[in-house]
C-alpha cells in the first residue's frame, strides 16, 4: 500500500493546527496588548488624578508612560493612595473628636438648662400660689374694710397697724421698737448701720472679707482699726450680730485658718428690715450649710465660688438638680458658666473608704456630666486621692478630668496650660445617649 498520500495528508493537518495556534498566539498578544495599553491609560489618568505633581514630572522627564513597566505605575499608585489615606485618617479625626466634644458639651449644657427650667417652673408655681393667696387676703380686706366703715370702726389706729414696716416708716422712727430709737441717737450710728445694710445686703459671712468691704463703706484703711470697733459694737453693745466659729479644727486644710464667721442676730435682721424696708438676705454660710457634710467643706466651697469670680466665671446661685438616665439624681456643688461653657465642680476635703459609695458618685458626675468632670480639692495630697479614685471608678481609658486645690492656687501656681486647672487628663467622653424623660 502506497504510504505518501496518507503522508501528505498528515503534513497538511499538522501544519493547519499550527497556523490555527500561530493565529491563536496573535490574537492572545493582540488582546494583552490592547489590555496593557488600556491599563496604562487607566494608570496615567489616576496618575494624573491623584499625583498631578508626579505626573507632571514624569512627563518633563520624557519617559512615555506606555515604556514604564505597570509594575511602576502600579507602585506609584500604591504609595500616593496611602498617604491619601493618611491624609484623610489625619483631617478626619480632629473632627471626631470635635463632635465628640461638642456633644459632650451639649449634653451637660442641657442638663443644666433642664435642671434650671425645673427651678424656674417651681418659682413660677409657688408665685402663682402666693398671687392667689394675696388676692384672697385683699378680697378679705376689701370686705372687712367695708364692713368697717359701714360700721363706723375704721379709726387712725387701726390703719397704723394694718401698714407694713418701710423704709418711709423707719425714717420717722414710728412704730420702732424702743431700742432702735436709741440706737438711731447713739454717737457711732452712722458707722454702725452701714455695717447692718452691707451685711444684710451682701450676705457675706467671712470676717477678713467683711473687713475689706466695710473699709470701702466707710473709706478707711484696711489697718486703721475702725471696722473691728464696729463689729465689737454691734456684737457686745447692741446684739446686732454674733461671731461664730463652728470649726472642728483651727488650721484650714486649704491653708491658713478659719476665719470668724459674723452673721445678723434676730436683732440685726430686724434692723435692716426697718432701715431698708427689705428683708436681709440669708449670709453665705447659712445659705451653704445645709448641703454640705461639715462646716469646713461649707466654708471650701464659699473660697472656691470666690476664687472663680475672681477668674471670670459667673457662679449660679441655684444648683440644679440633674436627672441621671439610670435612675437617681445628681446634684453638683458648684455650677460655674465662663463664655458659653457651663461647668459643674465638685470641692473636696479628701476621700473616704467607703470605696462602693465614692465610685457611684464619680460614675454619676461622669454621667451628670458627659464625661466633662471638674474637680476643686483643699490641697495636693486631696488631689492626689481624687485623681486614683477618678482612675478606679471610670477606668483608665475614659476617665476626663480637670483638678486642682486651693492651697497651690494662693501660692500663685498654674497648669501647664496656664490655666487655673493643675492636672488635666482627657479621656473618652461617654456614648451618645437619650436623655431622660
Same mark, same amino acid.
Not at 488624578?49 to 514604564?68: K, Q, W, Y
Not at 466665671?313 to 441655684?318: A, D, G, L, N
Given at each position: 500500500?502506497?504510504?505518501?498520500?496518507?503522508?501528505?495528508?498528515?503534513?497538511?493537518?499538522?501544519?493547519?493546527? =499550527?497556523? /490555527? #495556534?500561530?493565529?491563536?498566539?496573535?490574537?492572545?498578544?493582540?488582546?494583552?496588548?490592547?489590555?496593557?495599553?488600556?491599563?496604562?491609560?487607566? *494608570?496615567?489618568?489616576? =496618575?494624573?488624578?491623584?499625583?498631578?505633581?508626579?505626573?507632571?514630572?514624569?512627563?518633563?522627564?520624557?519617559?512615555?508612560?506606555?515604556?514604564?513597566?505597570? !509594575?511602576?505605575?502600579?507602585?506609584?499608585?500604591?504609595?500616593?493612595?496611602?498617604?491619601?489615606?493618611?491624609?484623610?485618617?489625619?483631617?478626619?479625626?480632629?473632627?471626631?473628636?470635635?463632635?465628640?466634644?461638642?456633644?459632650?458639651?451639649?449634653?451637660?449644657?442641657?442638663?443644666? #438648662? /433642664?435642671?434650671?427650667?425645673?427651678?424656674?417652673?417651681?418659682?413660677?408655681?409657688?408665685?402663682?400660689?402666693?398671687?392667689?393667696?394675696?388676692?384672697?387676703?385683699?378680697?378679705?380686706?376689701?370686705?372687712?374694710?367695708?364692713?368697717?366703715?359701714?360700721?363706723?370702726?375704721?379709726?387712725?389706729?387701726?390703719?397704723?397697724?394694718?401698714?407694713?414696716?418701710?423704709?418711709?416708716?423707719?425714717?420717722?422712727?414710728?412704730?420702732?421698737?424702743?431700742?432702735?430709737?436709741?440706737?438711731?441717737?447713739?454717737?457711732? *450710728?452712722?458707722?454702725?448701720?452701714?455695717?447692718?445694710?452691707?451685711?444684710?445686703?451682701?450676705? #457675706?459671712?467671712?470676717?477678713?472679707?467683711?473687713?475689706?468691704?466695710?473699709?470701702?463703706?466707710?473709706?478707711?484703711?484696711?489697718?486703721?482699726?475702725?471696722?473691728?470697733?464696729?463689729?465689737?459694737?454691734?456684737?457686745?453693745?447692741?446684739?446686732?450680730?454674733?461671731?461664730?466659729?463652728?470649726?472642728?479644727?483651727?488650721?484650714?486644710?486649704?491653708?491658713?485658718?478659719?476665719?470668724?464667721?459674723?452673721?445678723?442676730?434676730? /436683732?440685726?435682721?430686724?434692723?435692716?428690715?426697718? #432701715?431698708? &424696708?427689705? $428683708?436681709?438676705?440669708?449670709?453665705?454660710?447659712? /445659705?451653704?450649710?445645709?448641703?454640705?457634710? !461639715?462646716?469646713?467643706?461649707?466654708?471650701?466651697?464659699?473660697?472656691?465660688?470666690?476664687?472663680?469670680?475672681?477668674?471670670?466665671?459667673?457662679?449660679?446661685?441655684?444648683?440644679?438638680?440633674?436627672?441621671?438616665?439610670?435612675?437617681?439624681?445628681?446634684?453638683?456643688?458648684?455650677?460655674?458658666?465662663?463664655?458659653?461653657?457651663?461647668?459643674?465642680?465638685?470641692?473636696?476635703?479628701?476621700?473616704?473608704? $467607703?470605696?462602693?459609695?465614692?465610685?457611684?458618685?464619680?460614675?454619676? *458626675?461622669?454621667?451628670?456630666?458627659?464625661?466633662?468632670?471638674?474637680? *476643686?480639692?483643699?490641697?495636693?495630697?486631696?488631689?492626689?486621692?481624687?485623681?486614683?479614685?477618678?482612675?478606679?471608678?471610670?477606668?483608665?481609658?475614659?476617665?476626663?478630668?480637670?483638678?486642682?486645690?486651693?492651697?497651690?492656687?494662693?501660692?500663685?501656681?498654674? &497648669?501647664?496650660?496656664?490655666?487655673?486647672?493643675?492636672?488635666?487628663?482627657?479621656?473618652?467622653?461617654?456614648?451618645?445617649?437619650?436623655?431622660?424623660?
Amino acid at each position: 500500500m502506497d504510504q505518501n498520500p496518507l503522508r501528505q495528508n498528515a503534513d497538511d493537518i499538522t501544519i493547519t493546527n =499550527l497556523r /490555527r #495556534l500561530i493565529q491563536v498566539q496573535t490574537d492572545l498578544r493582540d488582546q494583552a496588548e490592547r489590555r496593557a495599553h488600556e491599563a496604562i491609560l487607566i *494608570f496615567q489618568d489616576l =496618575l494624573q488624578t491623584l499625583a498631578p505633581e508626579e505626573s507632571e514630572r514624569i512627563a518633563r522627564s520624557g519617559t512615555s508612560f506606555e515604556s514604564m513597566p505597570l !509594575s511602576q505605575l502600579a507602585d506609584l499608585l500604591k504609595a500616593r493612595s496611602r498617604q491619601l489615606v493618611s491624609d484623610v485618617a489625619r483631617f478626619q479625626r480632629p473632627q471626631i473628636e470635635n463632635a465628640e466634644e461638642i456633644i459632650a458639651r451639649a449634653y451637660t449644657q442641657n442638663s443644666f #438648662l /433642664r435642671g434650671e427650667l425645673k427651678r424656674v417652673q417651681d418659682q413660677l408655681d409657688q408665685m402663682i400660689v402666693e398671687n392667689n393667696r394675696l388676692r384672697s387676703e385683699n378680697e378679705a380686706y376689701k370686705k372687712s374694710k367695708s364692713k368697717s366703715v359701714e360700721n363706723g370702726q375704721e379709726t387712725r389706729g387701726s390703719r397704723v397697724n394694718q401698714e407694713p414696716v418701710t423704709q418711709s416708716r423707719a425714717i420717722g422712727g414710728e412704730g420702732e421698737q424702743s431700742w432702735m430709737q436709741v440706737w438711731r441717737n447713739s454717737k457711732h *450710728f452712722d458707722q454702725d448701720s452701714k455695717a447692718i445694710v452691707l451685711l444684710g445686703k451682701t450676705g #457675706l459671712s467671712r470676717r477678713p472679707e467683711i473687713e475689706i468691704e466695710l473699709g470701702k463703706v466707710l473709706e478707711v484703711g484696711e489697718n486703721s482699726g475702725t471696722q473691728p470697733r464696729v463689729i465689737r459694737r454691734l456684737e457686745k453693745e447692741w446684739g446686732m450680730v454674733s461671731i461664730q466659729k463652728p470649726f472642728q479644727t483651727r488650721g484650714a486644710s486649704s491653708g491658713g485658718s478659719h476665719p470668724d464667721l459674723i452673721v445678723l442676730t434676730d /436683732r440685726g435682721k430686724y434692723a435692716y428690715r426697718i #432701715l431698708m &424696708g427689705t $428683708d436681709a438676705v440669708p449670709s453665705e454660710f447659712e /445659705r451653704l450649710r445645709p448641703s454640705h457634710v !461639715s462646716a469646713e467643706h461649707t466654708l471650701l466651697n464659699i473660697e472656691v465660688a470666690e476664687f472663680l469670680q475672681q477668674e471670670g466665671y459667673t457662679i449660679m446661685t441655684e444648683v440644679p438638680v440633674i436627672e441621671l438616665p439610670q435612675g437617681g439624681k445628681f446634684i453638683p456643688d458648684i455650677v460655674a458658666e465662663k463664655g458659653s461653657e457651663v461647668y459643674f465642680i465638685e470641692v473636696e476635703r479628701g476621700t473616704s473608704k $467607703d470605696t462602693k459609695a465614692r465610685q457611684a458618685k464619680w460614675l454619676n *458626675f461622669y454621667t451628670a456630666s458627659a464625661g466633662q468632670i471638674y474637680v *476643686f480639692c483643699d490641697n495636693l495630697e486631696c488631689m492626689c486621692g481624687i485623681r486614683k479614685e477618678l482612675l478606679d471608678a471610670l477606668g483608665a481609658h475614659r476617665a476626663s478630668f480637670s483638678l486642682t486645690n486651693m492651697a497651690q492656687l494662693k501660692n500663685g501656681e498654674r &497648669g501647664k496650660d496656664g490655666s487655673i486647672w493643675l492636672d488635666r487628663r482627657r479621656g473618652h467622653a461617654p456614648q451618645a445617649r437619650h436623655e431622660p424623660e
